[in-house]
Antibody
Framework: EVQLVESGGVVVQPGGSLRLSCAASGFTFDYYTMYWVRQAPGKGLEWVSLISWDMSNRYYADSVKGRFVISRDNSKNALYLQMNSLTTEDTALYFCAKGRTRGYGYGPMAYWGQGTLVTVSS | EIVMTQSPATLSVSPGDRATLSCRAS??????LAWYQHKPGQAPSLLIFAASTRATGIPARFSGSGSGTEFTLTISSLQSEDFAIYYCQHYHNWPPMYSFGQGTKLEIK
């Protein structure tokens, strides 16, 4: 059974930094593209970032480009999101998600975690 | 940027009835469309990809159709567990781009 468990969400001040983690199990982690998606309070879903299975490709939404860095450790089946220069606009539930197909295909997200809440507030 | 627009924002349907949810793209996206179900407090679930292909384990009462700019998710006979928020999503392979609709809340009538 695929499991994705996010952690690291806390209350942080504007301008601060935070690292989110996602622990993956139930599948061969290093075969798949992994994603971060977020949901601001009362809003819909917003794609944040993706990283390919071999870490050769990383992409970001314009709203976080230059501030967030996605990474993964295939030896630990773990996905990370380093979030810097946080603003109140970054307040959201952050989901980790797994790609549907092996390799370099960038398509829909087949499995999701339940999310970790990041609150940016003074 | 491709904008995805879902309608209606809220849909009230009785259990056992059919529900039809719409999603429109601001320009043609071929069949690069997925549908997700999200219940608050739970992980979202992939229902449909490539506009009309059911994901693994998704019941046959869920069906997707459309191509280009107009897409539909149909739930043929609503079960109690189907009441949730549904999102459509455009995905583009290269360069990777993703756009979600704002969601349709499916509620019990």
């Amino acid at each position: 059974e695929v499991q994705l468990v996010e952690s690291g969400g806390v209350v942080v001040q504007p301008g601060g930094s935070l690292r989110l983690s996602c622990a993956a199990s139930g599948f061969t982690f290093d075969y798949y593209t992994m994603y971060w998606v977020r949901q601001a309070p009362g809003k819909g879903l917003e794609w944040v970032s993706l990283i390919s299975w071999d870490m050769s490709n990383r992409y970001y939404a314009d709203s976080v480009k230059g501030r967030f860095v996605i990474s993964r450790d295939n030896s630990k089946n773990a996905l990370y999101l380093q979030m810097n220069s946080l603003t109140t606009e970054d307040t959201a539930l952050y989901f980790c998600a797994k790609g549907r197909t092996r390799g370099y295909g960038y398509g829909p997200m087949a499995y999701w975690g339940q999310g970790t809440l990041v609150t940016v507030s003074s | 940027e491709i904008v995805m627009t879902q309608s209606p924002a809220t849909l009230s349907v009785s259990p056992g009835d059919r529900a039809t949810l719409s999603c429109r793209a601001s320009q043609s996206i071929s069949n690069n469309l997925a549908w997700y179900q999200h219940k608050p407090g739970q992980a979202p679930s992939l229902l449909i990809f490539a506009a009309s292909t059911r994901a693994t384990g998704i019941p046959a009462r869920f069906s997707g159709s459309g191509s280009g700019t107009e897409f539909t998710l149909t739930i043929s006979s609503l079960q109690s567990e189907d009441f949730a928020i549904y999102y459509c999503q455009h995905y583009h392979n290269w360069p990777p781009m993703y756009s979600f609709g704002q969601g349709t809340k499916l509620e019990i009538k």
